[in-house]
């Protein structure tokens, strides 16, 4: 089979799990290292006579990472796609657990199976607090509901003041996400790159936690790690000037 990957956390899972099915990816693919494939362009704008030229079998798409235009593209030209869509933790394991059986593996991942138990095996929080997670600004765009990231979160103790909102990724304003007033605000290094330069500026005196976006977003291998290295981060949250 030849696979082409247009979402980097399921290239990260097939090229660990499968080596060799993997003829593209894009060029947001970071990961694993040294990932010798042809790049097809972005993950918004891919080149699509590129990815047609490698006569793929399946191509990976996300509804949130993809456009829809390009999928109908995919599909019009002949071209089978699987679209994956997780908004909890439990979702993308059983997507990934699906998705690589469907592709050959003759068994779990070790890696998907060490995420299972460390996820399974997360002590109840005994202190929650409310936090704003911001993945963009200019304008400031925030976690909202029903999101992937906002699960892994939670599990973590770390509740977050947009859930119940309608939208998935509300646009509020810095006046309004100070007026929340949060126990805390969590920045992540994508899909914008927030530093300690670069975001706690704008919530002085309220802590605030950098956190590794690949653990935070990405469900993957990364997933058998992510409880830890999140939690870890989030312990080192400090209060701005």
Not at 2 to 19: H, M, Q
Not at 70 to 83: K, Q, Y
Not at 185 to 191: A, F, G, R, S, T
């Amino acid at each position: 089979m030849r696979v082409v990957s247009l979402v980097p956390s399921l290239t990260e899972a097939v090229a660990v799990t499968l080596p060799g099915l993997l003829v593209g990816a894009t060029d947001w693919c970071t990961h694993p290292a040294g990932l010798d494939v042809p790049r097809v362009g972005g993950s918004k704008y891919p080149d699509l006579a590129r990815i047609r030229a490698l006569r793929p079998d399946l191509v990976l798409l996300n509804v949130e990472e993809n456009r829809r235009e390009d999928a109908d593209a995919l599909s019009a030209a002949g071209i089978p796609i699987r679209v994956t869509y997780p908004r909890t933790v439990d979702q993308a394991l059983a997507e990934l657990a699906d998705l690589l059986r469907d592709l050959g593996a003759s068994a779990e991942p070790d890696w998907l199976a060490t995420a299972r138990r460390a996820f399974a095996g997360l002590p109840e929080a005994t202190v929650v607090r409310r936090a704003v997670i911001p993945v963009w600004r200019r304008p400031w765009v925030v976690l909202g509901s029903d999101t992937f990231a906002g699960d892994v979160l939670g599990r973590l103790g770390v509740a977050n003041v947009y859930a119940d909102q309608p939208e998935r990724y509300p646009r509020p304003s810095l006046a309004r996400l100070r007026a929340d007033a949060p126990d805390l605000i969590v920045l992540p290094d994508e899909p914008y790159r927030f530093t300690r330069d670069d975001g706690p500026e704008a919530f002085p005196g309220v802590p605030c936690a950098l956190v590794s976006g690949r653990h935070l977003t990405w469900y993957g291998p990364s997933l058998a790690e992510a409880p830890a290295v999140l939690a870890a981060q989030l312990g080192e949250a400090f209060v701005p000037n």
